[in-house]
């Protein structure tokens, strides 16, 4: 069974920090890209990073830029978000996505992130 497993949310202060993971099993995904999603209950999904299969491209969302560094360790068939400078705005579900073959995507159950002004 392909699987997207995320852990790392949980309760911050405002300014701090977390390590968001995601752990894919069922498949490898070093050939896929990944990426991260958030979503706030009441409004879409939304696009917050993603990272090119071979790990040398990346694209953010303007609003996490600067703040956040998403990356792969494709031995580990797992893909990352470090978040520093957290913000109560970025307070959402976190979702771990795989775009197979370039277009099928692949998601996994989310994990909560709330930040604390």
């Known amino acids: 069974q392909v699987q997207l497993v995320e852990s790392g949310g949980g309760l911050v202060q405002a300014g701090g920090s977390l390590r968001l993971s995601c752990a894919a099993s069922g498949r490898t995904f070093s050939r896929d890209d990944m990426g991260w999603y958030r979503q706030v209950p009441g409004k879409e999904r939304e696009f917050v990073a993603a990272?090119?299969?071979?790990?040398?491209?990346?694209h953010y969302a303007d609003s996490v830029k600067g703040r956040f560094t998403i990356s792969r360790d494709n031995a580990k068939n797992a893909v990352y978000l470090q978040m520093n400078s957290l913000k109560a705005e970025d307070t959402a579900i976190y979702f771990c996505?795989?775009?197979?073959?370039?277009?099928?995507?692949?998601w996994g159950q989310g994990t909560q992130v709330t930040v604390s002004s």
């Open positions: 990272v090119s299969w071979r790990g040398g491209t990346t």
């Open positions: 996505n795989a775009k197979v073959y370039g277009k099928f995507d692949v």
